[in-house]
Every structure is written in C-alpha cells, then in structure tokens.
C-alpha cells in the first residue's frame, strides 16, 4: 500500500504560477505512476497530468498542455506538478493518485491509492 499526501495549494492571481508535491510513503515509490487529476465543484473529476515509473514518460490533459509540466524525484518519494500561466478556470482541489500500472487515458476509476487533495484557487 502506497499513502500519498499533496501540498503546494494555495491563493494565485491569474498568470502566476505554483508547484504542487505529492509525497508519498509506505510501499516503494519506483513500482507506480502516477497522475494528477483535480475536480473543481459541480464538476466531475479530470485528467491533468501523469508520469511514468521513471520519469521518462508524461502526458497532459489539452487544457494545460504547455503551461504544466510534470516531473518526479523517487530518491524523494516525491512528485511535482509545476504549474505556469493559472488561469480561473484552474481553481480546483488537485489530487494526486498512484497506480502500478500505466493507464492511457487514466481514468480515476484506474486509481486505488489517492491523497487527500490540495486546494489550487486562482483569481482573475
């Protein structure tokens, strides 16, 4: 069992930027992908960004492709989420999920292990 936990959330303007951390602990962080879904209210949850075991593989959602970037460091246990360019319609709790597999399209049906999610509200 993989337990992660998000922080980095938090007030932006639009335009600005932010780095979310997933850290996680418990099973070893190199067996899982994982991907970065968020869900803003009223509205279902969604894809925005996956890594591979490695690293060596992203993708992003078409909404945020080219102002988020993605990146792990497993000697951390850690995984970034670098957002650029917020916009308002970025406002959004923001959950990281892990999975041994590698799902594409991931689905957070896909996910059994989440964090708790960390709030991302930017003001226009």
């Known amino acids: 069992q993989i337990y992660l936990v998000e922080s980095g959330g938090g007030l932006v303007q639009a335009g600005g930027s932010l780095r979310l951390s997933c850290a996680a602990s418990?099973?070893?962080?190199?067996?899982?992908?994982v991907v970065w879904f968020r869900q803003a209210p009223g509205k279902e949850r969604e894809f925005v960004a996956g890594i591979n075991w490695t690293g060596s593989n992203t993708h992003f959602a078409d909404s945020v492709k080219g102002r988020f970037t993605i990146s792990r460091d497993n000697a951390k246990n850690t995984v970034y989420l670098q957002m650029y360019s917020l916009k308002s319609e970025d406002t959004a709790v923001y959950h990281c999920?892990?999975?041994?597999?590698?799902?594409?399209?991931?689905?957070?049906?896909?996910?059994?292990?989440w964090g708790p999610g960390t709030q991302v509200t930017v003001s226009s």
């Open positions: 418990g099973d070893i962080f190199s067996l899982y992908t």
């Open positions: 999920a892990a999975s041994r597999n590698w799902y594409y399209p991931p689905r957070p049906a896909d996910f059994g292990n």
